[in-house]
């Protein structure tokens, strides 16, 4: 039988799933049963408004007091090449570290969950409620997982007080950083129209490539901002340039470009759109711009949840994690338009790579730090 306690070897368990996004292998049942096991309700909330069906997971123990959550997702990116030194889907445990896909990033933190739960439950009955909120869509689109399991929530008249989700967040030692907050991310799409022509009569056509040329030049001519108290500055990056044209003596009927912004609490995505479409209406010419933010940034103020976070891993690590907002985005983004929210996490060093691995010791470790933090924030009936 499945110890409960044991963060190895429940991480172990889950690695077996092959739950390449949007494959669930089974990952989902998995962790329901050891929930149930420890007196948790357990609800499916599938989606499958984005495309192939995602299975999500909301499981609450207790009705009284405050919901503490811990979220997270199983499924996994693809394993990529195929130079792995072991079975990514074998959860093999070798020189004190924890192979497979999916051991930081994160179902190593999920098993982490249920083995703080239980040693947190051996101990006594909880004041208030723990719940976890698992998504199979977070690796993917993210539009049937963790947003549906929410929606779901509200119409329930269900809250959550305060959550951690459990993604990688230590760059090189357990202890090292949290997440307090998120940049947000924009993508934009830029095509510029012109008119084809032969390239030894240029007056008798309209080149967009000048003109896009400008455009980019404008939007890159001064930094968005300088950062913010808890932010890094914000960045605006070309992704692509793209004309399709092989011919050498034409001039193409239309160019096209890719940029990326991440953004500080100084902008919202709104704001962001308006200035691009201010910027290259400056400048004139027929063209065509989509905008996709995938994001908002955010921030949790300091307070209660980090000072717990911060004092249990410093207890068990003797490192005091810095309140970081660095990084990509997460599903916290969702989350925090319901309760205030942090990321912390194993290390990120191996995630999506060939042989992504975790130190046992560290999982035994972020297990103890979760407990810890279910002490204080729970607490004892």
Not at 35 to 52: I, K, N, W
Not at 103 to 109: C, L, P, Q, W
Not at 166 to 184: C, V, Y
Request: one cysteine or more; hydrophobic letters at 40%; aromatic letters at 6%.
């Amino acid at each position: 039988m499945t110890d409960l306690k044991d963060p190895v070897g429940l991480a172990a368990e889950l690695i077996q799933c092959a739950s390449v996004t949007p494959d669930d292998a089974g990952a989902r049942d998995l962790l329901a049963g050891w929930l149930r096991q420890l007196g948790f309700e357990c609800h499916d909330v599938d989606s499958a408004t984005g495309g192939p069906l995602i299975r999500n997971l909301y499981a609450r123990r207790g009705q009284d007091g405050v919901n503490f959550c811990f979220a997270g997702h199983t499924d996994v990116v693809p394993v990529g090449s195929s130079s792995w030194s072991v079975d990514p889907f074998g959860g093999q445990v070798l020189n004190e570290r924890l192979y497979g896909r999916g051991a930081a990033d994160m179902k190593g933190a999920i098993a982490c969950f249920v083995a703080a739960v239980a040693r947190f439950l051996d101990k006594g009955e909880a004041a208030g409620s723990i719940s976890l909120l698992i998504t199979g869509d977070e690796e993917g689109p993210a539009v049937d997982g963790t947003v549906k399991v929410l929606d779901w929530l509200v119409a329930r008249g269900e809250k959550l007080d305060a959550c951690i989700v459990g993604e990688p967040t230590n760059p090189n030692r357990l202890g090292e950083m949290m997440k307090i907050g998120r940049r947000g991310s924009l993508n934009g799409r830029l095509t510029v129209f012109g008119t084809q022509g032969h390239a030894a009569y240029p007056h008798l056509a309209d080149n967009p490539i000048p003109r896009l040329l400008a455009m980019l030049n404008a939007l890159n001519a001064e930094p968005l901002d300088h950062g913010s108290p808890h932010f890094q500055a914000s960045t605006l990056t070309f992704t692509t340039v793209d004309v399709g044209n092989p011919a050498t003596n034409v001039i193409p009927a239309q160019a096209k470009a890719g940029f990326n912004i991440r953004f500080n609490d100084l902008h919202s995505g709104a704001s962001l759109e308006k200035w691009i479409r201010h910027t290259l209406d400056v400048l004139g010419g027929d063209y065509e711009l989509t905008i996709e933010v995938s994001g908002e940034s955010f921030l949790t103020q300091p307070g209660a949840l980090s000072k717990a976070v911060a004092d249990c891993a410093q207890a068990v690590t003797g490192l005091r994690p810095e309140e970081s907002t660095t990084g990509g985005t997460s599903d916290a983004r969702f989350i925090k338009n319901h309760c205030p929210v942090l990321e912390f996490g194993l290390v990120s060093q191996t995630m999506h790579k060939v042989d992504e691995n975790v130190l046992v010791a560290d999982l035994e470790s972020l297990a103890q730090i979760y407990q810890g933090v279910l002490e204080r924030l729970v607490g004892r009936g």
